[in-house]
Structure formats: C-alpha cells, structure tokens
Nanobody, 131 residues
Framework: QVQLVESGGGSVQAGGSLRLSCLVS????????VGWFRQAPGKEREGVAT????????YYADSVKGRFTISQDNAKNTVFLQMGSLKPEDTALYYC????????????????????????WGQGTQVTVSS
C-alpha cells in the first residue's frame, strides 16, 4: 500500500522560505512521478512541481518557476519542495502525490502536472504566507 506523508508546512512572512518534505513508502515499481500540488480555499487543486523517480525529469508550474525547487533523496524515500520568495498567493494546503507506473514524460508538462495522473495522495500540509 502506497503512503505519502507531508511535513514542513507553517506560517511565514512574504519573501521567506519553507521546505516541505514528502515521505514515500510502499511503491514497488521503478518508474513513477511524485508531485506537489496545492489547493487554496475556493480554488481548484493545482500542480506545482513534479519529479521522476530517476530524477531526470522535472516540471514546474509557471507560477513557481524560479522560486521553488523540487528534489529527492532516494536513500530516504523523500521528495522535497524548497520554496523561496514566498508570496501571499502561495498560501494553500500542499499535497504530495504519486503516479502509477509511467514512462518519463517529455514535453507534456501540463499533462504530468494534472491531478488526474496521480492515484495516491498524502493528507496535506498547510502553508500560510502573510504580507
């Protein structure tokens, strides 16, 4: 059974930084993506960043490109989201999620950042950015 557990959320002032962690367990296949998503009150859940299991495919939403960095520590089964230059509009509940077995995606960023590709989800961690 696949499980994902997020941690690292909190409150920060605009311009600050946070690092989210996603501990992944139970995945028995080798080729998959782990992504970060967020959902603000009254808005749809949106893809923020995703990374392939081999680490050679990474995509970011335009809204976070240049400010957020996704990475992974395979030895610790953990995927990180380093968030910098935070803005009040980054305030949301942040989720990590994993896909079924999937080949590396080339070029189809909007597809792999779509929540429809992910079938296992964590419970979320809250990020609040004040102005």
């Amino acid at each position: 059974q696949v499980q994902l557990v997020e941690s690292g959320g909190g409150s920060v002032q605009a311009g600050g930084s946070l690092r989210l962690s996603c501990l992944v367990s139970g995945i028995t296949y080798s080729h998959y993506y782990v992504g970060w998503f967020r959902q603000a009150p009254g808005k749809e859940r949106e893809g923020v960043a995703t990374i392939y299991s081999a680490g050679d495919s990474i995509y970011y939403a335009d809204s976070v490109k240049g400010r957020f960095t996704i990475s992974q520590d395979n030895a610790k089964n953990t995927v990180f989201l380093q968030m910098g230059s935070l803005k009040p509009e980054d305030t949301a509940l942040y989720y990590c999620a994993s896909t079924r077995p999937i080949p590396r995606i080339i070029g189809a960023r909007d597809s792999i950042l779509s929540r429809n590709e992910y079938n296992n989800w964590g419970q979320g961690t809250q990020v609040t950015v004040s102005s």
